[in-house]
């Protein structure tokens, strides 16, 4: 059972401060891993992106495991594309 390392952000973080997007995280460091919950992370990050313009964002939880510590850190990558105009 792994858990939770550290999390960051890299990427187009745009108008947002890593507080704002730390509060969209379903997840916390010592959490068990779950992929579902980061796939609930990465869901709330792109809707937040979508409500901006940017309907075709790429985030992606990048993982890498420490076999010793039993943990999983996660570096959530934001990629913007075009934004978006829907007239």
Do not use: W
Not at 60 to 79: G, R, V, Y
């Amino acid at each position: 059972e792994y858990k939770i390392g550290s999390i960051q952000f890299s990427g187009d973080l745009l108008n947002q401060s890593i507080d704002d997007l730390n509060d969209l995280l379903t997840i916390a460091k010592g959490d068990v891993f779950k992929r579902k919950k980061v796939i609930e992370t990465i869901q709330a990050i792109s809707d937040l992106y979508a409500d901006q313009g940017y309907a075709f964002s790429d985030i992606d939880a990048i993982t890498s495991e420490d076999n010793k510590k039993h943990t999983i850190d996660l570096n959530i990558s934001i990629s913007l594309n075009k934004k978006v105009y829907i007239n």
